[in-house]
Structure formats: structure tokens, C-alpha cells
């Protein structure tokens, strides 16, 4: 019994010395990642890795924001990030949508942050058919990696 409570003893010594361990603070500056907040803090459709946000463009042309989070270490000079829509996921009219310049979104020095803009045309009709876009970030750039988990953001909207 006592080798046993020994055992015990030693054993929650180890712990909590392992506990007071402070140097295990992982720091982001191996790559420079970039992401969708909203891809964050939204659930993913069913049976998809993005979320899908509706619109409401029956009565009106809407405007819609996505911020673009850099993931790192802020940098000197501003950096561009390239959105284009992700052709094998996306249903929607080229004509129906348009990205604000281009879809190039600056996310200037020493800022975490970028935003998009996108412009949804007006409905043709209230019972118009339910089209999606899917905006993914490229990852051609040799500056940045977009975040494997968060990279596609989904919008549908009526055409």
C-alpha cells in the first residue's frame, strides 16, 4: 500500500511540474496563413467544408463584406490577396455578382485584416431560382498559404 500511494504521490509531483511549464506558446511565424472570418465563425453546410450564407436580393442589389484574416505576424509592407469564385462549387451567373477590384483585397502594413466587397444584382423574380457563389482564396501566391480549413467562404442568393 505504501509503494502504491508512493507511486500516486510521484506521479502528481511529475504533473504538476509539467503544469509550470510556460514555453510551450506556439507562435505563427513559420508561414504566413490567410483566412475567411466568416468561414470561422459560421457552421459548414451539410456535407460541405464551407459555410453557405444567405442573401436577400428579391427587392433590392445588395452588398455583402467578407473580412480576410492574416494569420502570422502583422507585416511591414501590404499584402494582396487574390478571391476569385471556385468554378467546381459555384452555380451562379458570372453576370449576377461582382467582386470589388477584382477581387484583389489589400490587407495594409501592420493590419490583420482585409475586406471584400461583393454586389449582388437584384432578383429577376421573388421565385427566381437559389444560386450559390463560392468565393475561395487563390493559392498561387508565394507570400502566403491560404488556411487549408477556412480558405472557401459560400453566399447563395436568388438569380
Known amino acids: 500500500m505504501k509503494k502504491i500511494t508512493g507511486f ?18 506556439k507562435v505563427f511565424d513559420d508561414q504566413t496563413l490567410v483566412e475567411f472570418n466568416d468561414a470561422i465563425l459560421r457552421t459548414n453546410a451539410t456535407g460541405r467544408t464551407y459555410s453557405i450564407t444567405p442573401i436577400s436580393n428579391t427587392t433590392a442589389v445588395s452588398t455583402v463584406t467578407a473580412q480576410l484574416n492574416l494569420v502570422g505576424r502583422q507585416r511591414s509592407t501590404a499584402l494582396t490577396v487574390r ?67 477556412y480558405k472557401r467562404l459560400g453566399y447563395s442568393f436568388r438569380q
Open 83 to 149: 478571391v476569385l469564385p471556385d468554378p467546381a462549387a459555384t452555380t451562379a451567373a458570372a453576370s449576377s455578382y461582382t467582386l470589388a477590384n477584382g477581387g484583389n483585397v489589400v490587407i495594409p502594413a501592420d493590419s490583420s485584416f482585409g475586406v471584400l466587397r461583393m454586389t449582388v444584382a437584384r432578383a429577376t423574380s421573388t421565385t427566381a431560382p437559389m444560386t450559390n457563389v463560392v468565393l475561395v482564396i487563390d493559392s498561387t501566391s508565394t507570400d502566403f498559404k491560404p488556411s487549408q480549413n
Open 8 to 25: 500516486i504521490a510521484g506521479a502528481l509531483a511529475l504533473l504538476m511540474l509539467y503544469a509550470c511549464d510556460n514555453s510551450i506558446d
